[in-house]
């Protein structure tokens, strides 16, 4: 389902010594018990955590939330000891040991299996104490918290020796740095990383919340599960819940996914992705998921209703996936709001459909128009690029896609 709900996500500078942005450190904005407050247990932070993955590459931002830097994720114990899958590629982030997860022995053999993975790992809230000394010589980054640092009655400059004689070559990070004197003092001692107050505060994130189904959820991950499931089944079931392919085409065009194609449909997008890491997303989104969201049953069944419409449309069988694609993607944006050229750069859809989506040109751009034509919301298309579809043909296959939408739409939302 769509939904165009603030997005669950802040985030805050992480700048070298000259003030120049180095990244983002993502933080939970979400509803429900605070972090560190009464209700705040294990499943509570792996949902906030999950949430914070699913908003930050998921989600429709109006460009990466990263701007091209490193982006700063915090990870609770069950993601870091591989109890719950982590979906995004190493390249471009940098994952945060939190301070309240144990030190124990499968601590380190996680930090070690995601280091031999690619993965940049950092120490958060270090304070020079003896027990989490032991996991410097795993990490890239250590974050020293410098207030907290001097109310336990060290420096900056004392706990900076004490990492480097763990680990020489690993960098310092000073935060909650609240002046240039911090600045100057940390900087002198080693440290070439800063954040805090002083640079700024943390920001919510603008963007669409795009809240997929956990009933389909469930059943993809089942499917999923079954070793002689085959591809058509997994992507018609995506198919089923515009926000979960609408994630799907967001996820392969992220700079988490690792894929440089461009895409044509969502059953392109599954390919690329892959079952493996599918599955990762699929948990991860289940996870962030509020038990209490509902969406209106209307927009569901307009989203969808667009989407399979324009599918029956197509002139060739070989296009009925990237006419799906583009009629999902043009009823988010009016649903939504979501500008349809974000749409377009965010899920990095290929020529054909950002045509269609853009100009309404191409082999698939009349089919769309005459559909949205039919909606109300666009002129009746010429014959351009494309051989537009006539009136009698368009009003058939939208009858039909809106009996389909509806149904679907209904098994999704529980209603009778």
């Known amino acids: 389902m769509v939904t165009s709900t603030r997005l669950p996500l802040a985030r805050q500078s992480v700048v070298d010594a000259g003030g120049r942005r180095v990244g983002y450190?993502?933080?939970?904005?979400?509803e429900g018990?605070?972090?560190?407050?009464?209700?705040?247990?294990?499943?509570?932070?792996?949902?906030?955590?999950?949430?914070?993955i699913s908003a930050a590459f998921g989600g429709l931002t109006p460009g990466p939330v990263g701007e091209g830097g490193l982006v700063f994720l915090n990870l609770t114990r069950s993601f870091l000891l591989g109890e719950?899958?982590?979906?995004?590629?190493?390249?471009?982030?940098?994952?945060?040991?939190?301070?309240?997860?144990?030190?124990?022995?499968?601590?380190?053999?996680?930090?070690?299996?995601?280091?031999?993975?690619?993965?940049?790992?950092?120490?958060?809230?270090?304070?020079g104490d003896d027990e989490r000394l032991a996991l410097v010589p795993?990490?890239?980054?250590?974050?020293?918290?410098?207030?907290?640092?001097?109310?336990?009655?060290?420096?900056?400059?004392?706990?900076?020796?004490?990492?480097?004689?763990?680990?020489?070559?690993?960098?310092?990070?000073?935060?909650?740095?609240?002046?240039?004197?911090?600045?100057e003092e940390c900087a002198a001692a080693g440290y070439t990383w800063f954040q805090g107050f002083w640079f700024d505060r943390p920001r919510?994130?603008?963007?669409?919340?795009?809240?997929?189904?956990?009933?389909?959820?469930?059943?993809?991950?089942?499917?999923?599960?079954?070793?002689?499931?085959?591809?058509?089944?997994?992507?018609?079931?995506?198919?089923?819940?515009?926000?979960?392919?609408?994630r799907v085409l967001r996820w392969v065009g992220s700079a988490g996914s690792g894929a440089r194609t461009p895409v044509r449909s969502v059953s392109q997008a599954l390919v690329l992705l892959g079952p493996r890491a599918l599955r990762s997303w699929v948990v991860v989104a289940l996870l962030g998921a509020s038990s209490s969201s509902a969406d209106p049953l209307d927009d569901v069944v307009r989203v969808?209703?667009?989407?399979?419409?324009?599918?029956?449309?197509?002139?060739?069988?070989?296009?009925?996936?990237?006419l799906y694609t583009v009629g999902l993607l043009s009823a988010v944006s009016d649903t939504t709001g979501a500008p349809v050229e974000?749409?377009?750069?965010?899920?990095?859809?290929?020529?054909?459909?950002?045509?269609?989506?853009?100009?309404?040109?191409?082999?698939?751009?009349?089919?769309?128009?005459?559909?949205?034509?039919?909606e109300?919301?666009?002129?009746?298309?010429?014959?351009?690029?494309?051989?537009?579809?006539?009136?009698?043909?368009v009003a058939a296959a939208h009858l039909e896609a809106l009996a389909w939408a509806t149904r679907t739409a209904r098994g999704l939302t529980g209603a009778l």
Do not use: H
């Open 342 to 374: 974000q749409l377009v750069r965010e899920t990095g859809l290929g020529p054909v459909g950002a045509a269609a989506l853009l100009t309404g040109t191409g082999p698939v751009g009349p089919a769309l128009v005459a559909v949205r034509a039919l």
């Open 204 to 246: 919510v994130v603008d963007g669409v919340a795009l809240s997929p189904s956990q009933v389909v959820c469930a059943r993809l991950l089942a499917l999923l599960g079954e070793p002689d499931a085959s591809a058509r089944a997994v992507e018609r079931l995506v198919q089923e819940d515009p926000a979960l392919g609408l």
């Open 33 to 52: 018990a605070a972090p560190g407050g009464p209700g705040w247990d294990a499943a509570a932070q792996d949902r906030a955590t999950s949430a914070v």
């Open 304 to 322: 969808l209703a667009r989407a399979r419409a324009c599918e029956l449309l197509a002139p060739e069988r070989c296009l009925e996936g990237e």
């Open 138 to 183: 795993l990490v890239d980054v250590v974050k020293v918290d410098v207030e907290a640092v001097r109310a336990a009655g060290r420096t900056p400059a004392d706990v900076a020796a004490r990492v480097r004689l763990a680990s020489p070559d690993v960098r310092l990070l000073a935060e909650r740095v609240e002046g240039p004197d911090d600045v």
């Open 25 to 30: 450190e993502l933080l939970f904005r979400g």
């Open 84 to 127: 719950v899958p982590l979906p995004v590629r190493p390249e471009g982030v940098v994952l945060e040991v939190l301070e309240d997860v144990p030190v124990d022995d499968a601590l380190r053999e996680g930090l070690v299996r995601l280091r031999g993975e690619g993965y940049v790992l950092a120490l958060d809230d270090y304070v």
């Open 376 to 393: 109300g919301g666009s002129p009746w298309p010429s014959d351009g690029d494309g051989e537009a579809p006539g009136a009698a043909a």
